[in-house]
């Protein structure tokens, strides 16, 4: 177990705020009865339990380890690649499902997520600096070809969906685009690519924003309205609740 430092701030702070989106996530989930549309509410409370747990790891020093590399002792959060590995796939299955995307597709996306966080991890923990930057370089072109799939098959799959549904669709691809493109940016100018750039502390702070973000911030797009939900399940509108009666 590494001796987790000043960043620790940010760990907590990321702690807190996926466990309030968990319990966002839950309240807004209250009350949904068809099946298919409970499939996003379940997937969504996952990705911010699951990413809870793991910051929550973090901050308490058992998700860091250290690496020697080139003479240099660097501290990797292991715990974040765990967190990756369980919570992007299913960030991508909540847009596949509201694209209606076909099982192939799915595999493939889903595939090719894991083999960029998996080697993403090697990246990290390889002791060779050169290594360290080639095994990077595998996991963002994974990355690249990941969001060509979105912007390509995904896309043309929702199109069969209605105007609302594929505007909210382009929304949440855009956010997953935007915020990871920046993720193998903060990693090779940070300490894990051994430039050195951004120091540890704020190499922390740029992770946790952008994973509220991605985490956070997508499911509250995702799940903010219920009409586009049900229109993209085919589920029937949601009745509001009756009025009480008031005694005369």
């Known amino acids: 177990m590494a001796q987790v430092g ?9 702690t807190i705020g996926m466990t309030i989106g968990t319990l966002y996530f839950v309240g807004r989930g209250r009350g949904v009865t068809d099946k298919k549309m409970q499939e996003f509410y379940i997937v969504t409370i996952f990705i911010t339990a699951i990413a809870a747990a793991m910051y929550f790891l973090m901050y308490t020093g058992f998700g860091v380890t250290t690496v020697t590399a080139g003479g240099e002792e660097l501290t990797i959060y292991w715990a974040r690649y765990a967190d990756w590995l369980f919570t992007t796939p299913l960030l991508l299955l909540d847009l596949a499902l509201l694209a209606g995307a076909s099982r192939n597709t799915i595999f493939t996306l889903v ?3 894991v083999f960029m966080i998996g080697t993403g991890l090697i990246a990290a923990l390889e002791t060779t600096p050169a290594y360290r930057i080639v095994w990077w370089g595998v ?10 799939f979105l912007v390509g098959t995904l896309s043309k799959q929702a199109k069969s969906k209605s105007t609302q549904v594929q505007t909210l669709f382009s929304q949440l691809r855009n956010i997953i685009m935007g915020l990871w493109l920046l993720y193998p940016v903060v990693w090779l100018i940070g300490t894990e690519g051994t430039l050195g750039i951004l120091p540890l502390y704020w190499e922390t702070a740029a992770f946790m924003v952008l994973d509220l ?5 997508f499911g509250m797009v995702l799940l903010g309205s219920r ?7 085919g589920a029937a509108p949601t009745e509001p609740e009756p009025e009480a009666e008031v005694a005369a």
Do not use: H
Request: aromatic share 6%; charged share 15%; proline share 0%.
């Open 6 to 14: 000043a960043e620790s701030l940010w760990l907590l702070i990321g």
């Open 213 to 217: 973000s991605a985490k956070v911030g």
């Open 227 to 233: 009409s586009i939900l049900e229109d993209a399940t």
């Open 111 to 113: 595939g090719l997520d």
């Open 139 to 148: 996991s963002s072109g994974a990355l690249l070809v990941l969001l060509y």
